[in-house]
């Protein structure tokens, strides 16, 4: 009668699924491998055929096109790099006025949907079901074809103390211009802030020894505003503003505000406020009762309670979800392509993609664009969580 053979442990047989979840493993790895050499082949091959080269020479090249916002200067015939700068920092531009619009309307509206004051309560709901749920692009439309649009042109500007103009062609504000006493003056500011934190920190150390309290505000207030005076009337001016007026059909000088990042920020900040204003609102709601009882035992006021017993426990719970919205702010800037505004793909990935040809190599840099910026939020966000976080001991 023959018997079994007993299976050895460690066997390199295919019945050993040790040894198949590798031969699986090594099987994919191989197939990925070989569909990525076979596409870049296949590139290469079409871009040879079509007398495209590759790399990144083509941003040493004349871009010959103007562009309507430039946080830098800019001429007709500078390079696609510099383009691709300018392109940088608009969607820098409205990616951070975004996130800083959005978080102050968003913590306002949180707190007013945990309001006793009904209206309040009301209105902020209202609000909230109705932005959150409008796509984005059709609000981006909205205040740029029906809103901005239609205001009066450079003739009929609506103006306020002859220094702010607003048409349809944007708002027009002073421009500020550098001028002599310009170091003095940031050399006074930093003086004047490094002795207010020690004058902080002296009154701190103070109170925490003797119990009696020093306020620092008043000091710290008149050295941010002596100090700067003194080297204004010593040193000369740090700016000289450059003050918009009316030539022609339009304005000259001062700096312009095209209704293009108008209504992208109005948009994109009144759209993802709604989101926000529901995570403030889940985060204060997530802070046990008994805190709020145990302040109102001590005699806080409301307004102290919420500053300085709420809020720092409410951000471990808010910080996570509100960095994918910020996340979402610097994604969603890429609509701009929709309206004209000079972004990283309206300019990059449309207009010097479509003259150079070089679809590879202008994707790429958009897309890394992207994931950096990204990925810096991110990170900056997580080492501010980190900080907030509750330690054990």
């Not at 409008?134 to 981006?140: D, S, T, W």
């Not at 503003?241 to 990042?261: A, C, K, S, T």
């Not at 719970?317 to 701009?336: E, M, R």
Request: hydrophobic residues 50%.
């Amino acid at each position: 009668m023959s018997q079994r053979r007993p299976t050895v442990k460690g066997s390199l047989s295919f019945s050993n699924p040790a040894v198949r979840a590798w031969l699986f493993q090594i099987i994919a790895i191989l197939a990925v491998i070989g569909i990525a050499i076979y596409l870049i082949h296949n590139t290469i091959t079409n871009l040879n055929s079509r007398g495209i080269t590759s790399g990144f020479a083509f941003l040493d090249r004349a871009a010959g096109f103007g562009i309507v916002q430039h946080l830098i200067d800019y001429e007709q015939g500078d390079t696609y790099g510099r383009v691709f700068f300018i392109g940088l920092l608009n969607t820098l531009l409205v990616s951070a006025l975004c996130i800083v619009f959005a978080s102050f309307i968003g913590f306002f509206l949180g707190l007013c949907r945990l309001s006793e004051n009904w209206l309040l309560r009301k209105l902020s709901t209202i609000y909230i079901e109705t932005f959150r749920n409008i796509p984005p692009l059709l609000q981006i439309f909205f205040w740029y074809f029906a809103v901005l649009r239609n205001l009066p042109g450079p003739r009929q500007a609506i103006g306020a103390m002859d220094l702010l103009f607003l048409s349809n062609r944007g708002l027009y504000i002073p421009s500020p211009q550098l001028g002599e006493g310009l170091w003095a003056f940031i050399g006074t500011i930093v003086f004047a802030l490094a002795i207010s934190i020690g004058l902080y920190r002296f009154n701190k150390a103070h109170q925490i020894k003797t119990g009696q309290l020093r306020r620092t505000w008043p000091t710290a207030l008149g050295l941010i505003i002596v100090l700067p005076l003194l080297a204004h009337w010593v040193f000369g001016a740090a700016l000289h503003w450059d003050i918009p007026h009316l030539r022609g059909f339009n304005f000259q000088g001062g700096m312009v505000l095209i209704p293009e990042l108008a209504a992208l920020t109005i948009a994109l900040s009144v759209y993802t406020s709604a989101f926000i204003a529901e995570i403030i609102r889940s985060g204060i709601q997530s802070v046990p009762y008994g805190q709020h009882e145990a302040a109102r035992s001590l005699g806080l006021p409301n307004p102290v309670t919420l500053r300085q017993v709420i809020i720092p426990q409410a951000l471990r719970v808010i910080i996570p979800p509100l960095t994918s919205q910020y996340l979402n702010i610097a994604k969603n800037s890429s609509l701009a392509a929709a309206i004209g505004y000079p972004d990283m793909v309206s300019l990059f990935a449309g207009t010097v993609l479509n003259q150079t040809g070089q679809a590879i190599e202008t994707i790429a840099i958009t897309m890394s664009v992207y994931l950096i910026i990204s990925l810096s939020i991110s990170l900056l966000m997580n080492i501010y969580n980190r900080r907030i976080a509750l330690i054990e001991r």
